[in-house]
């Protein structure tokens, strides 16, 4: 059973352009989460997602960003028009249950 | 809302000390915790996770605690060795549905041959 998958690994985008992150849960895991860790600080939580429903978007900022979760294929964050205090590492999470397993996580550079 | 400490932010001990690794958390309402390792550039590996009702969890060499009424959890580790070099992270889940994590910064360990 492979592990959380997520691509990129890295990324690098211009101010004004568009990012789409993507994760791929373990196998047979319905629950996904997104945590954004900033340079320096703790892991924030993003988004919570199970198969094409949000169930808890608290953490994400109202605008330029969005998350899905479709039936079919990997959760995908999207960020539009993206500006330099973007630039974090973007970590998802999947479970069955209670335990969050990591992904590798993708380091987002915004020049 | 759950916010989580860690202290110390850093510590370096010389191989085969034992250690404790200290978070707190000011909601205790806590659905459970859980400690991750973190290396550098790497995602996160799980490494125990204490449900509400529980006291402790011991894998191996490590060893977590869950004190509820005081708002705090240790991680104990036995016998450091230098492959433990890592940042350690706590996160606590709050009762609510969504069991979000609330990560703490970690404490970055360095443990020197």
């Known amino acids: 059973n492979a592990g959380v998958m997520q691509n990129p690994r890295h990324l690098v985008r211009r101010r004004g352009q568009e990012a789409r992150l993507r994760c791929s849960p373990m196998?047979?895991?319905?629950?996904v989460y997104w945590y954004r860790q900033l340079p320096e600080e703790g892991l924030k939580f993003m988004v919570y997602l199970q198969k094409e429903n949000i169930i808890d978007e608290s953490g994400m900022p109202k605008e330029r960003f969005s998350a899905e979760f479709p039936k079919e294929g990997p959760s995908i964050l999207r960020i539009q028009q993206v500006v330099r205090g973007d630039s974090a590492a973007y970590f998802c999470?999947?479970?069955?249950?209670?335990?969050?397993?990591f992904g590798p996580g993708t380091r987002l550079l915004v020049l | 809302k759950q916010e989580v400490t860690q202290i110390p932010a850093a510590l370096s001990v010389p191989e085969g000390e034992n250690l404790v690794l200290n978070c707190s958390f000011t909601d205790s309402a806590i659905y459970n915790l859980q400690w991750f390792r973190q290396d550098p550039g790497k995602g996160l590996t799980s490494l125990l996770l204490?449900?509400?009702?529980?006291r402790e969890q011991t894998s191996g060499r490590l060893n977590a605690s869950l004190d509820k009424s005081s708002g705090r959890s240790t991680l104990y580790i036995a016998a450091s060795q230098p492959g433990d070099s890592a940042t350690y992270l706590c996160?606590?889940?709050?009762?609510?549905?969504?069991?979000?994590?609330?990560f703490g910064k970690g404490t970055k360990l360095t443990v020197n041959p």
């Open positions: 999470a999947s479970s069955p249950d209670q335990t969050q397993y």
């Open positions: 204490i449900q509400s009702s529980q």
């Open positions: 196998k047979g895991h319905s629950h």
């Open positions: 996160a606590g889940a709050t009762q609510g549905g969504s069991e979000k994590l609330v």
